[in-house]
């Protein structure tokens, strides 16, 4: 069987199993199924589905576990699932769409901005991966000339479609951000480094919205209105982790955030345009406002 095929299967079993338990009969009459809508074969005898279930908890870290009183497998999907392992599911199912459709020009249109500096990706990976120093130009987009650089990779973080890698600069031994896009003649180094222990992946950017790393000191309680229906939106695509729903009525949707209100911050709420309103605290509506300010000054001369 085709490798393509077994990673179909794999999808389609952790596709039922995140919306349902089933037995292994359910699988594989499932599995039936989806073959005739595929034009393939998806035969899962229970050896096979033993293998296919430890292959989907090494690529997607799901674990599919036997209820032995209902006899049924299941995925318990936990609150915050991990967002790699849901994104590779959600880019293979889109893959997976595509796979069967002839007339993709005519039925589905991406989105036509491509995120430069992507091509550094697997380099810089590599490099987090197995502890090494990477050595790159860069060209800040207010800077004339680019710069030497030397980090120590630590974390590769995805904003507004760029890509952004964090770590440890060489020179001034703090912790920085790099876009991608801004990088240039990057190379991985035989040098090696022994990753910070206070540095925690998961929990560096939890208080903040974007790329601009924020302290829990430096956290705010945030109250937004959104209103002319932009709180659907809201409600479907929280802002942050935080997100409090207050209130949701004809007035608009009123909620609660407790983050470091950054300047990536304050560039969203002003992308909402006159749908949004700061209700506190007082810094920030001034900022906003402020903002608005000097945007409708350039109108006015």
Same mark, same amino acid.
């Given at each position: 069987?085709?490798?393509?095929?077994?990673?179909?299967?794999?999808?389609?079993?952790?596709?039922?199993?995140?919306?349902?338990?089933?037995? &292994?009969?359910?699988?594989?009459?499932?599995?039936?199924?989806?073959?005739?809508?595929?034009?393939?074969?998806?035969?899962?005898?229970?050896?096979?589905?033993?293998?296919?279930?430890?292959?989907?908890?090494? &690529?997607?870290?799901?674990?599919?576990? %036997?209820?032995?009183?209902?006899?049924?497998?299941?995925?318990?999907?936990?609150?915050?699932?991990?967002?790699?392992?849901?994104? &590779?599911?959600?880019?293979?199912?889109?893959?997976?769409?595509?796979?069967?459709?002839?007339?993709?020009?005519?039925?589905?249109?991406?989105?036509?901005?491509?995120?430069?500096?992507?091509?550094?990706?697997?380099?810089?990976?590599?490099?987090?991966?197995?502890?090494?120093?990477?050595?790159?130009?860069?060209?800040?987009?207010?800077?004339?000339?680019?710069?030497?650089?030397?980090?120590?990779?630590?974390?590769?973080?995805?904003?507004?479609?760029?890509?952004?890698?964090?770590?440890?600069?060489?020179?001034?031994?703090?912790?920085?951000?790099?876009?991608?896009?801004?990088?240039?003649?990057?190379?991985?180094?035989?040098?090696?480094?022994?990753?910070?222990?206070?540095?925690?992946?998961?929990? %560096?950017?939890?208080?903040?919205?974007?790329?601009?790393?924020?302290?829990?000191?430096?956290?705010?309680?945030?109250?937004?209105?959104?209103?002319?229906?932009?709180?659907?939106?809201?409600?479907?695509?929280?802002?942050?982790?935080?997100?409090?729903?207050?209130?949701?009525?004809?007035?608009?949707? &009123?909620?609660?955030?407790?983050?470091?209100?950054?300047?990536?911050?304050?560039?969203?709420?002003?992308?909402?345009?006159?749908?949004?309103?700061?209700?506190?605290?007082?810094?920030?509506?001034?900022?906003?406002?402020?903002?608005?300010?000097?945007?409708?000054?350039?109108?006015?001369?």
């Amino acid at each position: 069987m085709a490798q393509i095929e077994v990673f179909q299967r794999y999808l389609h079993i952790v596709q039922l199993l995140m919306k349902r338990a089933a037995s &292994l009969a359910d699988i594989q009459n499932y599995l039936e199924l989806q073959a005739e809508q595929d034009g393939q074969k998806y035969a899962l005898s229970n050896r096979t589905f033993l293998r296919d279930k430890a292959a989907i908890l090494s &690529l997607f870290k799901l674990d599919i576990v %036997y209820n032995e009183q209902d006899k049924v497998y299941y995925i318990e999907e936990e609150e915050g699932m991990e967002t790699v392992p849901a994104r &590779l599911i959600e880019a293979f199912n889109t893959f997976n769409a595509l796979q069967f459709n002839q007339s993709i020009p005519n039925a589905v249109q991406m989105e036509y901005q491509k995120p430069k500096g992507i091509e550094h990706f697997r380099g810089i990976l590599q490099a987090i991966t197995q502890q090494k120093e990477l050595t790159f130009s860069y060209r800040k987009f207010d800077a004339e000339q680019a710069e030497s650089r030397t980090i120590k990779p630590l974390l590769l973080k995805e904003f507004k479609n760029r890509w952004y890698v964090i770590g440890e600069d060489g020179v001034k031994g703090a912790i920085r951000t790099f876009g991608l896009d801004r990088m240039e003649e990057v190379n991985i180094s035989t040098k090696k480094f022994k990753k910070d222990k206070d540095f925690k992946p998961g929990t %560096y950017f939890q208080n903040t919205f974007g790329v601009i790393y924020g302290e829990a000191k430096s956290v705010e309680q945030i109250t937004l209105l959104f209103k002319n229906g932009i709180g659907n939106y809201i409600k479907t695509m929280p802002l942050h982790h935080s997100q409090q729903i207050l209130n949701d009525d004809k007035k608009g949707l &009123l909620i609660q955030l407790n983050l470091y209100p950054s300047q990536d911050f304050i560039s969203e709420i002003l992308s909402h345009g006159a749908g949004v309103e700061v209700i506190q605290p007082a810094r920030l509506k001034n900022a906003v406002k402020t903002a608005l300010k000097k945007a409708l000054d350039q109108y006015n001369t």
